[in-house]
């Protein structure tokens, strides 16, 4: 369930059509979509010409630490987690807006020990890297006409 509008709607995916074959399930359908979604970039990629000389034709040498990111302060989590509704739903590690605004004053050194040392490495933890996935009808206009391939689809995501 999914709408971009303030009122509530439901995105239901009736069937999906995969190599020719009809997906009635809803299981199949959702494993199917993710499959599909998944695979999107890897295919894109292989269609890219690899030639290493058209690296070095257009960029000089590699500048190390080019990129810079002002260190996270406890001041700024602060303002933005203050600004979180407290009637949204938590992320994946259960823990609402309601909850993490109790206990900011408490965790936010921690929190910013934690963002910094990502944007320093380089490394994003795992359970960062978690999100909804929503399969999006590329043109609700067409939606009533449209094929079920998996390719009308767009995924939508969002971060918990």
Not at 88 to 105: A, E, T
Not at 125 to 149: D, R
């Amino acid at each position: 369930m999914f709408s971009l509008s303030k009122g509530k709607s439901n995105t239901n995916i009736s069937e999906l059509i995969v190599n020719n074959t009809k997906i009635l399930l809803i299981q199949k359908t959702c494993d199917n979509l993710n499959s599909y979604f998944c695979t999107v970039g890897e295919k894109l990629a292989a269609k890219i010409s690899s030639n290493r000389q058209d690296f070095i034709n257009y960029c000089d040498t590699p500048l190390p630490n080019s990129m810079f990111c002002a260190p996270v302060t406890p001041d700024e989590i602060k303002s933005i987690v203050s600004k979180f509704r407290n009637n949204k739903s938590p992320g994946s590690d259960n823990i609402g807006p309601k909850l993490l605004k109790s206990v900011l004053d408490i965790i936010v050194y921690p929190l910013v020990y934690l963002y910094n040392l990502s944007f320093s490495t380089g490394r994003v933890p795992e359970a960062l890297k978690i999100a909804k996935v929503i399969p999006l009808f590329k043109n609700v206009i067409e939606q009533v006409h449209a094929t079920t391939a998996q390719s009308h689809y767009l995924a939508f995501s969002i971060k918990y």
